[in-house]
């Protein structure tokens, strides 16, 4: 694989009277701030003495941009994105750009596409095609994760990405790469040989270990197991972040399970998608912080993630109870289609809690089809299976089989399981960050994918006053910045990298909807990535400067070549 072609010379950039949000959670201030070679030069203060800065550099194409009644504010980190294949099959990736995230961290909630052998990757095409799509023509030749972040570097067309890109290892993907979609306990040669895959991983530049742990085939590991390869990403500097056993029935045990797994292992903690779903735990995040807020006084290194919006979405296969999943997705479609695991199924869900409903029976009138692989399936996005089975003439179990199995798995949903309560309290919480859990795919996926960080500074902020902007921006860049360990990124400060974001408070706002989930957002005129325009006066341009960001790779660096882990000549980006 050819590496990426350098970028060319930065032109300087000034903006000009910008109301600065820098990050910190601090009070804003007014300032001038010049940009060069990707990096935030200077910063000049309308009350500090002495001369503004000026574009001065002989042979450099100079700009200025006027930003009055603009906010200046660093970069936004999506702390839970799901852009694995889009970033190599999109090179505008407006989803992301337009909404001024300049970080995505990949590799989420236990499943992706490294590190894997053949067999493996073939299984996860299927289990994830709901996810991410199963791109047609893409090169999947990569195994490792030092390859796959290779080709993050090098993007869709060989010159890099729309945003920086960070990855996590998937811990159920190193599970069925070491004892397959098995429902069992591992071997200690088994576990052994997971921490090995683990630490080679990290060594090439993971930022950590990510876990789904009411998905297949990451559910079936024991807490034991958790903690072994925690103690290993400990040891490595990283940080786990879990997607657990329950965000119903057992929320409050699932997440008392993930902070005894940090307490044993000594490893960092955060806390995926954070939040309390489903009937059974309406108005009960009190219960959620006070046993984080004990958590942190016992000494663990503890944030979370959330999106600012009430359902849900995954597959619709995550439902099955996990004991129907065993085996990857041909054992699964074939259970689907034997008459006595098909009950056993349907009591499971309909009568006494699926494990992969998370302990709920399932409320049929909650789940929304959002996307389907088959294209004969399309009257029912839009619908709830309730609606589809109606439609059909069958009942709501026998809508459900039918969908999953004509559609190969492939199929995604809503879930509209949240509470508005309990999405404020946490949101407030000083450990809180911004996550979009959004999905890419699908004829109507869930508006968080497009929306998630307008929607905080717009709905939360200026409308709802849930929080301060300046609070709210330290959520969505320092306060990541921190967790990933980037030292110089996340804050306006002279020295670090440019990645900015200018933004209308007084307008800012998603334009995304459940019905038109791919509208652009309004008031964010301006996204600078290294100091690169990817957000023109609202218009996406065709720069791709992003790159992977790697654990440990050296954030003052530049932007000089340096050695990928596959040996491979790559532009570092942290």
Known sequence: MAAP????????????????VDGSGGTPYRADTLVRDGRITMIHRETDPGRRPVISRPGTTGRILDADGLALTPGFIDMHAHSDLALL????????????????????DGLSYAP???????????????????????????????????????????????????????????????????????????????????????????????????YSPGMYAGTAELVSLCRTVAARGGYFCPHHRSYGAHALEAYAEMTEVA?????ALHLAHATMNFQVNAGRAGELLHLLDAALADGVDLTLDSYPYLPGSTTLAALLPGWATAGGPEETLRRLAAPAALAEIRAALEQHGSDGCHGVVADWDTVQVSGVRTAELRSAVGLTVSQLAARDGVDPFTAYVDLLRTDG????????????????AIMRHPAHTGGSDGLLVGDRPHPRAWGTFPRYLGHYV????????????????????????????????????????????????????????????SGIPYVLVDGVPVVDDHRRTAATPGRSVRRGAGQDTGRGVSRSSSGRSRAPSA
């Open 409 to 424: 798995l492939g199929t995604t949903v809503l879930q509209h399981v949240g509470h508005e309560e309990n999405v404020r």
């Open 5 to 20: 072609t350098p970028p060319l010379p930065y032109q300087d950039l000034l903006v000009r009277g910008a109301l600065v």
């Open 116 to 214: 894997v052998d053949d067999p493996t990757l073939a299984g996860l095409r299927v289990q994830l095609a709901g996810w991410n799509g199963d791109p047609e023509g893409l090169d999947w030749s990569w195994r490792s994760v030092g390859e796959y972040l290779d080709r993050l570097d090098a993007g869709p067309h060989g010159d890099g990405l729309a945003v920086n890109a960070a990855y996590l290892v998937p811990h159920g993907t190193l599970r069925a790469l070491v004892l397959g979609w098995e429902d069992r306990a591992a071997t200690p040669a088994e576990l052994e040989l997971m921490n090995r895959r683990l630490d080679q991983a990290l060594a090439e530049g993971a930022m950590g270990l990510s876990a789904g742990l009411s």
């Open 89 to 108: 099959t999109d090179p505008a990736h407006e989803a992301k750009a337009a909404q001024g995230v300049t970080l995505e961290v990949l590799g989420q």
């Open 263 to 267: 307490k044993q292992s000594g490893c």
């Open 462 to 521: 200026r409308t709802e006053g849930v929080l301060g902007l300046a609070e709210c921006v330290r959520h969505l860049s320092a306060g990541p910045a921190r967790r990933l360990g980037l030292t110089d990124r996340g804050l306006v400060r002279e020295g670090h990298r440019a990645d900015l974001v200018l933004l209308d408070p007084q307008t800012v706002a998603a334009g995304a909807t459940y019905e038109q989930p791919r509208a652009a957002p």
